[in-house]
């Protein structure tokens, strides 16, 4: 939505400090945001910047929720955002992007994994010039080896399905300017791939590589299924590759089928006895997979279009802390009680 939050400035040296949002995703994290709290807090005072926290709750089942209140009431720069029911954790990216009042915002979950002492190194490349800067990750600390072997097979795949180049073990832990905000705040579709999205819009990026944390308390929001469906929906929402692939694989089969033909024909002229069964078998079973697989990939980006063509809301937040102005400017949200701690 290109109308949410329009704000571009321009700071001379001797001007007003810079203004930074962190994008705080968070679900059911309630041990993990006073730490977060005092890491914030401890690396921002050492900076010349003002900052604001959104912590955007993805419908917590814990106290999640009284724990941010708390925050928020402790410290204003602390904002707080429930949605009505889990969105998934690209709306609360999403969402956070909307809301940001900075002139640059970075991602951080509020699992702290991804360290915040990083945050002056992606500021450092922020100032000389970059609009994205993003994480890549050197070693997964605390990750079962299922999970970064399929991480590794995503990115592999992506980029050689997707029309979009996504650096190997990339994260969403990433700086984005405001231009690069507002660019991504155009986006409306409701399937989204932030990272790939990140990279689409093509302004100047860097990588700054470091090492993911073990998690110190609360559970992994991001199963094998989650990873494999944020698989599908990277390679959908940059590409028509796997439809061309099965054109290909229907004009090889086609190939194939001449050429039995023609074998069986050879056969039958010079006498010779027929193959059984068995080979016509393999080849309706062959064909049958090709086509069921095509179907799968045809049924992946028809169910897209649907959920697109409903245009229902990204999110709808359910209540908002220290950010009633801001939550007004948002039109994916209905009217909903804020308070001000």
Not at 60 to 78: E, K, P, Y
Not at 204 to 220: F, I, K, N, Q
Not at 297 to 311: C, M, P, Q, T
């Amino acid at each position: 939505m290109n109308d949410v939050l329009p704000i571009s400035r321009t700071f001379s040296a001797a001007g007003p400090r810079k203004r930074l949002s962190i994008v705080m995703p968070a679900r059911n994290e309630e041990a993990n945001l006073p730490r977060a709290y005092d890491e914030l807090t401890a690396v921002f005072a050492g900076l010349p910047y003002n900052y604001e926290v959104l912590v955007i709750d993805n419908d917590s089942t814990d106290g999640t929720g009284d724990v941010a209140a708390a925050l928020c009431q402790r410290d204003q720069r602390w904002r707080y955002v429930k949605f009505s029911r889990n969105f998934n954790v690209e709306a609360s990216i999403t969402a956070g992007l909307r809301l940001a009042n900075g002139d640059a915002a970075i991602v951080l979950f509020s699992d702290l994994q991804d360290p915040p002492e990083l945050i002056p190194a992606f500021l450092k490349h922020w100032e000389a010039g970059h609009d994205v800067v993003y994480g890549v990750l050197r070693r997964r600390e605390g990750d079962p080896w299922w999970k970064a072997l399929g991480a590794r097979l995503l990115y592999r795949l992506v980029n050689i399905l997707a029309d979009v180049e996504i650096a190997p073990n990339a994260t969403d832990f990433r700086l984005l300017s405001r231009r690069a905000i507002d660019a991504l705040n155009q986006f409306d579709e409701r399937n989204r791939y932030l990272r790939g999205l990140a990279h689409w819009i093509g302004f100047r990026s860097c990588a700054v590589p470091y090492d993911r944390r073990p998690r110190t308390a609360g559970r992994s929001k991001a199963p094998f299924l989650y990873l494999v469906n944020l698989a599908v929906n990277a390679i959908t929402c940059f590409s028509i590759k796997p439809l061309q692939l099965f054109s290909m694989l229907g004009a090889l089969a086609t190939l194939g089928t001449c050429a039995f033909a023609a074998v069986c024909l050879a056969r039958y002229l010079f006498s010779y006895t027929l193959p059984g069964l068995t080979t016509v078998y393999l080849l309706l079973l062959a064909i049958l997979t090709v086509l069921l697989v095509g179907f799968g990939a045809l049924g992946e980006y028809v169910g897209r279009i649907y959920i697109e063509a409903k245009g229902r809301p990204l999110f709808l937040i359910d209540r908002s802390i220290n950010l009633a102005a801001h939550v007004d400017d948002c039109r994916s949200v209905p009217a909903a009680p804020s308070a001000t701690a």
